[in-house]
Structures are given as C-alpha cells and as structure tokens.
C-alpha cells in the first residue's frame, strides 16, 4: 500500500512538473519571437551549466563558466543571423573565443588531465549548446518567426515520451536497450511511435506551415533520434555514476534529463527542412 502511495505521490509530482513546464514552453513559443528567445536561451544555459557540473563531479576541470558564455552566444548570434539582424560572419567570432581554452590551461597548474579537459569544454557545447542554437534555424524556416514547426515538433517529443512511457509501464517486457537503460522496452518505444503519428496527424490538420508527410518524417525523426538520445543520456549518467541529471524539475530530474531527445532530434530536423 506504502509503494503504490509513493508511485501515485511520484506520478502526481511528474504531471504537475510537466503541466508546468510545457505550459511555460508553450506560451513564449506562441507569444512572441523575445518570449521564445528568453525561455529558450535560459533553457540552453541552465542546461549547459548541468552538464559542466556533472562532469565536475568526476574531479574532470573543462572551465564552465567560459564554455556556458561560448554557448550562450552561440545561441544569440545565430538567433539574431536567423532573424536577419546580423551576418552571418559574425558567427567566426566564435573560433578564437573558443581557442583561448588552450591558453587558459596553460597558465591552470592543477589540471593534471589539460587536453581531456578541454576536450569536456568542446563537448559541452557541441552537445548541449549547439542543439539549442540549431533550433532558431527552425523557428525562422521560412524567414520570419513562426511558432508552428517548434511547437508541432515539442508537441511530438512530449506526446512520444508520454506514450512510451505509458506503455513501458503497461506492457513492457522486450528490453530495448538493457546496458544502458534497463527499464525501456521496445513495447514502450512502439507505443511512443503510435502516440507521435497521431500526433503528427494533428499537428498537419491544424498548422499549415509543413505538409502531412513532412510531419510523419519529423514524427519519425523523434522516435529514432529521440529514443537515442535518451540512451545517451542514460549512458552519459551511468559513466558519471548518477541516477539523475539534477533535480532542479520535480518528477523529471535535470534539464539534460528533460531535453535529451530535443538535444539529439534537433540536428537531424534541422537538415531535414533545409536540405530534403
């Protein structure tokens, strides 16, 4: 009676995060292109600044707060390229910012594991920054701010996650990938796959920026990439020797936690709407 309470306590706790939260998502994607730039940008850095500080607890020594800068202007120079404010130039700044990394750790005389590292720097925003950054070029697609593609796209993301989530728990008995995350199952990910169809279904009924097929093939691109970077996740946590990316989301765990099919996913859309 105890476990079933907590389950039910835990359950409640996760519904109310995730209410929380997309309603937060859903409102500055809608509302305006600054509200989707403030809400998306404090996503990237909180998200980043998780990532250095996991890492962290390994005793590795990437400089965090110069790569969280790195990523955030990242995100605010493409931003601004995407919007037409700026050229596209001016995103080389970013090459010698980030090659001072290398002079930083010359003068670091308690980093015994420099070029490793380093290496953590470059992962952190490539991983976790790029992504985020990457999601501006979807949001002005067509040239000017549109919230339909992002939200159709973060409507599917949580739509698959529900559905495998539910159907892990109801039906799941396939370990899809037990090394690495023992509790999904290919029952699970198969009902996510339903759950983001019909989703993609919906989002082609009422937003008319991309075609029912384009929507399918983005629903697709979710459930493969997306329950990948679930995995990566989950093996970035088993090498780092934590159950959770943090707790900063009730129910949810980190921010890593939250976005790794988004973080994995976005590439892959990316090329997607801009080359296919």
């Known amino acids: 009676m105890t476990s079933d309470l907590n389950k039910f306590s835990e359950l409640k706790k996760r519904l109310f995060s995730a209410l929380l939260g997309a309603s937060v998502i859903i409102s500055s994607i809608v509302w305006s292109e600054w509200t989707y730039f403030l809400v998306f940008f404090t996503i990237c850095i909180l998200a980043q600044w998780e990532f250095y500080r996991l890492v962290r607890i390994q005793d590795y020594l990437p400089i965090r707060f110069w790569g969280v800068f790195?990523?955030?202007?990242?995100?605010?120079?493409?931003?601004?390229?995407?919007?037409?404010?700026?050229?596209?130039?001016?995103?080389?700044?970013?090459?010698?910012?980030?090659?001072?990394?290398?002079?930083?750790?010359l003068y670091k005389k308690d980093d015994p594991n420099p070029f490793v590292n380093?290496?953590?720097?470059?992962?952190?925003?490539?991983?976790?920054?790029?992504?985020f950054a990457l999601i501006n070029i979807i949001v002005f697609?067509?040239?000017?701010?549109?919230?339909?593609?992002?939200?159709?796209?973060?409507?599917?993301?949580?739509?698959?996650?529900?559905?495998?989530?539910?159907?892990?728990?109801?039906?799941?008995?396939?370990?899809?990938?037990?090394?690495?995350?023992?509790?999904k199952s290919w029952e699970g990910s198969l009902g996510g796959a339903l759950v983001a169809t019909g989703l993609a279904y919906i989002?082609?009924?009422y937003f008319d920026r991309l075609n029912l097929w384009e929507w399918l093939i983005i629903a697709a691109i979710v459930v493969?990439?997306?329950?990948?970077?679930?995995?990566?996740?989950?093996?970035?946590?088993?090498?780092?020797?934590?159950?959770?990316?943090?707790?900063?989301?009730?129910?949810?765990?980190?921010?890593?936690?939250?976005?790794?099919?988004?973080?994995?996913?976005?590439?892959?859309?990316?090329?997607?709407?801009?080359?296919?």
Do not use: C
């Open 224 to 276: 493969v990439a997306g329950t990948y970077g679930d995995l990566v996740e989950s093996h970035f946590k088993r090498s780092m020797s934590i159950k959770d990316s943090g707790n900063s989301i009730p129910g949810h765990g980190g921010f890593l936690d939250r976005f790794d099919s988004l973080i994995l996913a976005v590439p892959f859309i990316v090329v997607f709407l801009k080359l296919l």
């Open 141 to 183: 697609a067509d040239g000017d701010y549109t919230y339909q593609i992002l939200l159709g796209l973060m409507l599917i993301i949580w739509s698959s996650d529900t559905g495998a989530y539910f159907a892990g728990t109801a039906f799941g008995k396939t370990k899809l990938f037990e090394r690495i995350s023992p509790k």
């Open 118 to 131: 380093i290496a953590l720097f470059y992962l952190g925003i490539s991983y976790v920054a790029l992504p």
């Open 70 to 105: 790195i990523g955030g202007l990242l995100f605010i120079l493409t931003f601004f390229i995407e919007r037409g404010d700026l050229d596209g130039k001016y995103l080389f700044l970013l090459f010698p910012l980030a090659s001072v990394i290398f002079i930083f750790k």
């Open 203 to 205: 989002a082609a009924t």
